[in-house]
């Protein structure tokens, strides 16, 4: 599937240029891909890295693009990234960690992205879930 899509990273002309992810993406393509909410689990669905924030998040950042892959789309056709985080505070303390991971399924492209912390997933033992939107 030849990839004919456009994407215009935006952001406020007098606000401070993000880090690590951005404002607003104005795309034009021809399909667009709403990945459901992926937890680290392997291809027989046992999950991976339990108790393990950075394990966890390399397992799901995979099955992004397992998933993304699925549809025609690469890494940096997403968008969008919502990610859910049962600790917040555990999450960052592991960021330079967690930025490695990222570069090494996405380089220096930075979808829009939202991180939000909740109190439960589906499965008490998963620490992260990760939905993405993809525009192809």
Known sequence: MKNTVSKEVLNP???KKPRGYSNL???SGKATL?????GAFDTRGNLVGEG????????????IQDVMAAGGARMTDIVRLTVYCVDRDAFIAQGSK???IYKKYFGDYYPAS???EI??????????????????
Not at 52 to 63: G, H, K, P, S
Not at 119 to 136: C, N, P, Q, R, Y
């Open 98 to 100: 967690c930025a490695l």
């Open 52 to 63: 393990d924030i950075c394990l966890q998040y390399e397992q799901i950042l995979a099955n």
């Open 119 to 136: 109190k439960k997933l589906f499965i008490d033992s998963m620490l992260l879930e990760i939905e993405a939107t993809a525009v192809i």
């Open 25 to 27: 993406i104005k795309t």
């Open 13 to 15: 002309p007098a606000w």
């Open 34 to 38: 709403f990945a459901a909410g992926q």
């Open 114 to 116: 939202t991180l939000v």
